[in-house]
C-alpha cells in the first residue's frame, strides 16, 4: 500500500490482516517498523482493538530491545486471564504465567498471536544467528506487515528480500506499507515473495498513479492487480517550498516567526549541527521555549522529551502551548511523533525524507491562532504551510565535492550526492503537491538510470559500488533455504551480534554516577533492571568504544560490581561513570579512531544538551 502519512495505511492493512484470519489462512500478525519510537507508538494504537481480530484470549506482544519500559505493554504482561476457581492456587493463573513468558524474551515474542515490534525482530529470522528457527516459526501462518518499508538500506533490503522468500515459501501472506517507495524496491520485494511461492518473479504494471494498492497471489502468478485510490481531502495539500543557501537567512527567518507567536522546527542532519544551531538561540530563548531533541539523549530523558513535544505541538496542543517556541531536532522527529509546526526548516535531505519531514508542518488543522479546529473539514486558519530547505548554493554543473563543502557532516549521513542535487532541482520548482507529486518526485529521485551532472557521476558509481557490496553481505548472512542447515564454515552469532543493519559501528553506552564510592543508574527507577536501561543512550564506537577504569581499587571495584547488575552483564555495553564538577557531570571515555588507536576524552551528560564531548567551544554550549 502507497499513500501519504496519515492517510490510514495501518488501518487498512489491520483490516486485510481481519479477513485473512476470517478466512483460514492466517492465524495472527506481526508489525515491523523501523525504530523502537515507532514500535511504541504503534502498540500503544493497536493495544485497543486487536483482541477483536480472535475467538477467544491472545497475546499482544512489544518486540524490541526497550520493551518492558513501555507502561502499556507492562500492564499487558502483568493482566491475568479468566478466574480459574482454584483455591488451592497461590501464584498467577496460567494464562497470566504465558504471557509473561512470551514477553520475557525478544527471542519468543514471535511466538505470540499478534506482536509489534522493530523490523529487525522479524529480520533475525533470516540470519545466520541462534534461535534463527524459533524466529522462522514464530512467523509461521502469520500475516507479515511492514511499515515505512522504503526506511530500509541496501543491507536491510537484501535480508528482508529473504524474509519475504523464507515467509512466503511457508504459505504466509505480507503486506507492504510506504509513503515513498521506488518502483525497483517494489519490483524487487515482490520478486522475493513470487520466489518463495515458486513461481516466476511477475511484471509490475506500468502504473503511476498515487495512492495505490499493488496485490498478487500465487493463485494467479503473473497477474499482478493495481487499485487506485482516492485522497482524503484532509490529506491532500500543496506545501511551498523554498530553497535557501544563506545560514543567516534561516536565523532571521526563524526570529520573525517567533516574534509574530509561530512555533517552529528545524530539522537538522546531524547531532552536530543541532547542537550548534541551538547555540544560535540559547542566549535569546529561554529553557520553556527552546528545546533541542536528538538520538543522543539517555532513553528517560528522550522518551521525557518525546512527551513535552505532544504536550506542545501534539493533537490537542493550544496556542499557548504553541506559541514562541523552537524545536532544534535531527531525524528522529521525522517519523514517530504525531506532532505538527506552524513553520519548518530542513536542511537539505533526500526528497523521501523531506517529504516525511513535511508531514509535520501544519499536520492538524488548526485556526488562525494556533487551536485545533472542531470540524477536521474546516480550512486551515493559518497561512499557506510553507518548508525552508538550508543547502549547498545551487548550480546547474556541481562539482564532485558540492555537496560536502557546504555540509561537511551530512555528507557522511547522506552518501549520494547525485539524489540530492536532483532533490534540490525539484525543490527549486517551488510547491509539493501531495499526493499528486509523489510519484513523479520519487522516481525522478531514484530511479536507477536518471541522469546526473558529470561532477556526481562519479560519487554515485561509488554509492552504487558500496550498495551492491552491502546486498552481497546480506545475502551472506542470509540462511539459504535451497541448502538447509550444512555446515559451511560460518559462524552464527547470537542476538547482540547478529546484524540486522550495516553502518557505522556502535555501542550502548549506559551512564551512572557517583554517589561517593556508590555507582547509581543515571536514570532513577524502583526497578534496578529498569533504570539501568533507561539510562543508556546510542553512540557511535568512533565516539565511545571504552571506558577508562577508575584508579581507585574501591572504585574500581564498586564499577566492576555495576556492570553484573546491568541486563548483558556489560558484555555488549559500556558503563560510563560521571562525577559531578563544578556544574557539569563529567566522565572519561576512549573513542576508536579510524585507525583503529583509541583515543582518550572527556564527556559531559546535561539534560537540556544530552551527552556531548569536551572541550566545545563556549559559543556551542550558549
Request: aromatic letters at 8%.
Amino acid at each position: 500500500m502507497e499513500d501519504v502519512t496519515g492517510a490510514g495505511k495501518t488501518e487498512a492493512a489491520m483490516m486485510l490482516t481481519h479477513r485473512l484470519m476470517s478466512a483460514g489462512v492466517a492465524d495472527g500478525f506481526f508489525i515491523g517498523l523501523p525504530t523502537m519510537a515507532t514500535a511504541n507508538a504503534m502498540y500503544g494504537r493497536l493495544s485497543h482493538f486487536y483482541a477483536r481480530l480472535f475467538d477467544g484470549l491472545a497475546s499482544l506482544v512489544l518486540a524490541n530491545g526497550q520493551r518492558e519500559l513501555v507502561e502499556a505493554f507492562a500492564a499487558s504482561v502483568l493482566r491475568s486471564g479468566p478466574v480459574e476457581h482454584d483455591l488451592a492456587q497461590r501464584d498467577e493463573t496460567a494464562s497470566a504465567r504465558c504471557t509473561a513468558w512470551l514477553a520475557d524474551h525478544n527471542k519468543r515474542v514471535l511466538l505470540a498471536p499478534a506482536g509489534v515490534g522493530t523490523i529487525d525482530q522479524a529480520l533475525m529470522a533470516v540470519l545466520q544467528g541462534k534461535h534463527q528457527s524459533l524466529r522462522l516459526l514464530g512467523l509461521f501462518r502469520k500475516v507479515l506487515i511492514v511499515d515505512e518499508v522504503h526506511a530500509c538500506d541496501a543491507y536491510m533490503q537484501g535480508v528482508l528480500e529473504h524474509l519475504l522468500r523464507a515467509h512466503a515459501s511457508a504459505g504466509g501472506s505480507a503486506i507492504l506499507l510506504s509513503a515513498t517507495l521506488p518502483e525497483r524496491m517494489k519490483r524487487a520485494l515482490l520478486a522475493a515473495f513470487a520466489e518463495g511461492c515458486r513461481q516466476q518473479p511477475p511484471t509490475l504494471p506500468a502504473d503511476m498513479a498515487y495512492p495505490l494498492i499493488t496485490s498478487w497471489n500465487a493463485d494467479r502468478a503473473q497477474h499482478v492487480e493495481t487499485y487506485r485510490v482516492g485522497t482524503r481531502a484532509d490529506v491532500s495539500r500543496t506545501v511551498k517550498i523554498r530553497y535557501v543557501a544563506d545560514l543567516d537567512e534561516v536565523v532571521a527567518g526563524i526570529r520573525r516567526a517567533l516574534d509574530g507567536g509561530r512555533c517552529v522546527c528545524w530539522v537538522r542532519n546531524t547531532i552536530a549541527d543541532a547542537m550548534t544551531a541551538y547555540a544560535l538561540f540559547a542566549h535569546e530563548l529561554d529553557a520553556e521555549r527552546l528545546m533541542l531533541f536528538h538520538a543522543r539523549f539517555t532513553l528517560r530523558d528522550r522518551l521525557d522529551m518525546e512527551a513535552r513535544i505532544l504536550d506542545h505541538f501534539g493533537a490537542h496542543s493550544t496556542s499557548a502551548q504553541r506559541r514562541g517556541r523552537l524545536v532544534i531536532a535531527t531525524q528522529v522527529a521525522e517519523q514517530s511523533l504525531d506532532a505538527d509546526w506552524d513553520w519548518m526548516i530542513s536542511d537539505l535531505a533526500p526528497i523521501d525524507r523531506l517529504i516525511q519531514r513535511a508531514g509535520r508542518l501544519q499536520r492538524h488543522r488548526r485556526d488562525a491562532l494556533g487551536n485545533r479546529l472542531a470540524n477536521p473539514a474546516d480550512p486551515d486558519g493559518r497561512e499557506q504551510p510553507c518548508l525552508w530547505v538550508l543547502g549547498p548554493a545551487w548550480t546547474d554543473a556541481p562539482r564532485a565535492t558540492w555537496f560536502k563543502d557546504a555540509c561537511p557532516k551530512s555528507s557522511k549521513v547522506y552518501r549520494h550526492h547525485g539524489q540530492l542535487w536532483l532533490t534540490a532541482r525539484f525543490i527549486k520548482e517551488g510547491q509539493l503537491h501531495m499526493p499528486a507529486d509523489a510519484r513523479r518526485l520519487i522516481e525522478g529521485v531514484f530511479t536507477e538510470d536518471v541522469d546526473l551532472p558529470a561532477g556526481l557521476q562519479p560519487v554515485a558509481n561509488h554509492v552504487i559500488g558500496e550498495e551492491s557490496s552491502e546486498a552481497s553481505h546480506a545475502y551472506r548472512n542470509a540462511i539459504k533455504l535451497d541448502v538447509g542447515y550444512v555446515w559451511r564454515g560460518e559462524q552464527w552469532w547470537s542476538d547482540a551480534q547478529t546484524p540486522t543493519r550495516l553502518g557505522e559501528a556502535s555501542a550502548s553506552v549506559v551512564l551512572c554516577r557517583w554517589d561517593g564510592e556508590r555507582l547509581l543508574p543515571w536514570a532513577t527507577h524502583a526497578q534496578p533492571r529498569h533504570a539501568w536501561a533507561y539510562s543508556t543512550v546510542r553512540v557511535p564506537e568512533r565516539l565511545i568504544a571504552e571506558v577508562v577504569p577508575p584508579s581507585d581499587p574501591q572504585r574500581l571495584r564498586a564499577w566492576e560490581e555495576a556492570k553484573l547488575t546491568l541486563p548483558d552483564q556489560g558484555k555488549w555495553s559500556v558503563l560510563l561513570p560521571l562525577e559531578k564538577t563544578g556544574r557539569d557531570w563529567i566522565g572519561v571515555a576512549m573513542g576508536r579512531a579510524s585507525s583503529g588507536e583509541l583515543v582518550s576524552r572527556q564527556w559531559v551528560y546535561d539534560a537540556r544538551f544530552g551527552l556531548f564531548p569536551l572541550p566545545l567551544r563556549v559559543n556551542e554550549r550558549g
